[in-house]
């Protein structure tokens, strides 16, 4: 994955001058792989009442197979990788991940037994693990400072894209062929988009746009090498109290909002009676339609004159946390379904808001060599908030318990998501003290 001295210096010569068209297809081309992330994220999701019926599993064993599982390989390899990624070439580093990552999703579709396909899952956590962070500093050498909340916001809709694969794609596939069929469905075709981003992506120089940056050279990889790139960018994060609130904030969000959805087709299949077909398609619509609504208007926001403001931003996205998290916990309590429908209609906007604003004000207060590291960080602790405690030591147990001491039966699991939901105003209030000391923070890291 290390860069030739030539082939360093073309990919750089290349994107210092790279046309605006140009970038805009970067941009493109990591959008698609960031759907193809979440895709495989939603398709175990929409997958849980299957699988866990086949394998005969509680649901905190479930929640073990589907989340724990990737978690644990995911953040174990991310950081590193990350390291890595803030040191050598992105692009190589990405295209090599999105191929390993995607061939293995497929790869369990071939699975057989709870234990190879609980291996398969360790292998795709570790291919992800290499998506997002060389992705958004990618992009955040293609775009300068201003204008990166709005480039990584269009970049989240990533997000709704791969979501509505994950569950109309992946629950129709389930109702034609089984679960086996909609891991290879969703699979195969990010094969064939990494060898996409190996031939057409070039790898841009760092800090290029960014104001008396002079870019970082590339070096080669030692272990030591990487272990001071992770502390250093930690001392660095230790003291910008923005990039610390936008982290709790984003993972804190991160819990309430995917650690809702992580559990909705089960939810809409045993309280609703929907087959799992049913509720991908329920579902997916609201991913594409709404996530894509209320990601734009999180990009359109960005883009106004008061948003080069960071503050105006943060206290923007803690009143969107605030409104969406009403209609979180009225989702899971009404009774019927068109109820349901109507207030998930009304919450699927504000699971997607956050993303790309995050990430691009995270990018703002981290000097351009720490940006892929300080972003794995914050992928760390989002992705133990989403897929380990909110699964595992959450919302799967206390589904558990409740079905177990109060005979709630298939209405456990709303109870449980129940509790959950108003984890959104502790993202909010978070996300609002982040705007205390951003500039400052902002100041720092361009120095």
């Given at each position: 994955m290390t860069d030739t001295g030539a082939g360093a210096a073309t990919g750089t010569a290349a994107a210092a001058g790279a046309a605006p068209r140009e970038r805009w297809y970067v941009l493109g081309v990591m959008t698609l792989v960031y759907a193809l992330n979440i895709a495989d994220r939603f398709s175990i999701t929409t997958l849980i009442e299957p699988i866990r019926?086949?394998?005969?599993?509680?649901?905190?064993?479930?929640?073990?197979?589907?989340?724990?599982?990737?978690?644990?390989?995911?953040?174990?390899?991310?950081?590193?990788?990350?390291?890595?990624?803030d040191r050598l070439n992105r692009r190589n580093i990405l295209a090599v991940s999105l191929f390993v990552w995607s061939g293995v999703t497929a790869l369990c579709g071939l699975t057989r037994s709870y234990g190879q396909l609980l291996l398969a899952r360790i292998a795709v956590g570790v291919g992800e693990a290499g998506g997002t962070p060389p992705s958004t500093s990618i992009v955040a050498d293609n775009f300068a400072p201003q204008r990166r909340p709005m480039a990584?916001?269009?970049?989240?809709?990533?997000?709704?894209?791969?979501?509505?694969?994950?569950?109309s794609v992946a629950g129709r596939a389930a109702d034609v062929g089984g679960w086996r069929l909609a891991f290879m469905v969703l699979g195969l075709p990010g094969v064939a988009v990494a060898l996409l981003v190996y031939l057409t992506v070039r790898e841009p120089r760092r800090g290029q746009?960014?104001?008396?940056?002079?870019?970082?050279?590339?070096?080669?990889?030692?272990?030591?090498a990487t272990?001071?790139?992770?502390?250093?960018?930690?001392?660095?994060?230790?003291?910008?109290?923005?990039?610390?609130?936008?982290?709790?904030?984003?993972?804190?969000?991160?819990?309430?909002?995917?650690?809702?959805?992580?559990?909705?087709?089960?939810?809409?299949?045993?309280s609703h009676r929907l087959t799992v077909g049913e509720a991908g398609g329920l579902l997916g619509p609201m991913h594409l339609v709404a996530g894509t609504a209320g990601t734009l208007a999180a990009?359109?926001?960005?883009?106004?004159?008061?948003?080069?403001?960071?503050?105006?931003?943060?206290?923007?996205?803690?009143?969107?946390?605030v409104l969406t998290t009403v209609p979180s916990f009225f989702a899971y309590?009404?009774?019927?379904?068109?109820?349901?429908?109507?207030?998930?209609?009304?919450?699927?906007?504000?699971?997607?808001?956050?993303?790309?604003?995050?990430?691009?004000?995270?990018?703002?207060?981290?000097?351009?060599?720490?940006?892929?590291?300080?972003?794995?960080?914050?992928?760390?602790?989002?992705?133990?908030?989403?897929?380990?405690i909110a699964p595992q030591l959450y919302v799967g147990p206390l589904s558990d318990w409740f079905a177990a001491s109060?005979?709630?039966?298939?209405?456990?699991?709303?109870?449980?998501?129940?509790?959950?939901?108003?984890?959104?105003?502790?993202?909010?209030?978070?996300?609002?003290?982040?705007?205390?000391t951003i500039r400052e923070d902002e100041a720092r890291a361009a120095l």
């Amino acid at each position: 994955m290390t860069d030739t001295g030539a082939g360093a210096a073309t990919g750089t010569a290349a994107a210092a001058g790279a046309a605006p068209r140009e970038r805009w297809y970067v941009l493109g081309v990591m959008t698609l792989v960031y759907a193809l992330n979440i895709a495989d994220r939603f398709s175990i999701t929409t997958l849980i009442e299957p699988i866990r019926t086949e394998l005969a599993l509680s649901d905190k064993g479930i929640a073990f197979l589907t989340g724990t599982a990737l978690v644990f390989f995911y953040v174990t390899a991310g950081i590193p990788i990350a390291a890595l990624a803030d040191r050598l070439n992105r692009r190589n580093i990405l295209a090599v991940s999105l191929f390993v990552w995607s061939g293995v999703t497929a790869l369990c579709g071939l699975t057989r037994s709870y234990g190879q396909l609980l291996l398969a899952r360790i292998a795709v956590g570790v291919g992800e693990a290499g998506g997002t962070p060389p992705s958004t500093s990618i992009v955040a050498d293609n775009f300068a400072p201003q204008r990166r909340p709005m480039a990584l916001t269009i970049y989240a809709l990533g997000a709704c894209l791969g979501a509505w694969l994950g569950t109309s794609v992946a629950g129709r596939a389930a109702d034609v062929g089984g679960w086996r069929l909609a891991f290879m469905v969703l699979g195969l075709p990010g094969v064939a988009v990494a060898l996409l981003v190996y031939l057409t992506v070039r790898e841009p120089r760092r800090g290029q746009l960014d104001p008396g940056a002079e870019g970082a050279p590339v070096a080669p990889f030692t272990l030591a090498a990487t272990l001071t790139q992770i502390l250093v960018t930690l001392r660095f994060m230790r003291h910008q109290r923005a990039a610390i609130h936008l982290v709790v904030g984003g993972s804190v969000a991160t819990l309430w909002s995917w650690g809702l959805m992580y559990w909705t087709p089960a939810f809409l299949e045993r309280s609703h009676r929907l087959t799992v077909g049913e509720a991908g398609g329920l579902l997916g619509p609201m991913h594409l339609v709404a996530g894509t609504a209320g990601t734009l208007a999180a990009a359109a926001l960005m883009a106004v004159p008061a948003a080069r403001d960071a503050r105006f931003v943060t206290r923007l996205l803690a009143l969107a946390a605030v409104l969406t998290t009403v209609p979180s916990f009225f989702a899971y309590e009404a009774a019927s379904l068109p109820a349901a429908t109507v207030w998930l209609w009304l919450f699927v906007p504000g699971v997607y808001f956050y993303i790309g604003p995050v990430l691009g004000l995270l990018a703002n207060v981290m000097p351009p060599g720490m940006r892929a590291t300080a972003c794995a960080i914050l992928l760390f602790t989002a992705n133990v908030a989403n897929l380990f405690i909110a699964p595992q030591l959450y919302v799967g147990p206390l589904s558990d318990w409740f079905a177990a001491s109060f005979n709630a039966g298939p209405e456990s699991l709303r109870w449980a998501l129940l509790v959950l939901a108003p984890t959104g105003l502790w993202a909010a209030w978070h996300l609002w003290r982040a705007g205390a000391t951003i500039r400052e923070d902002e100041a720092r890291a361009a120095l």
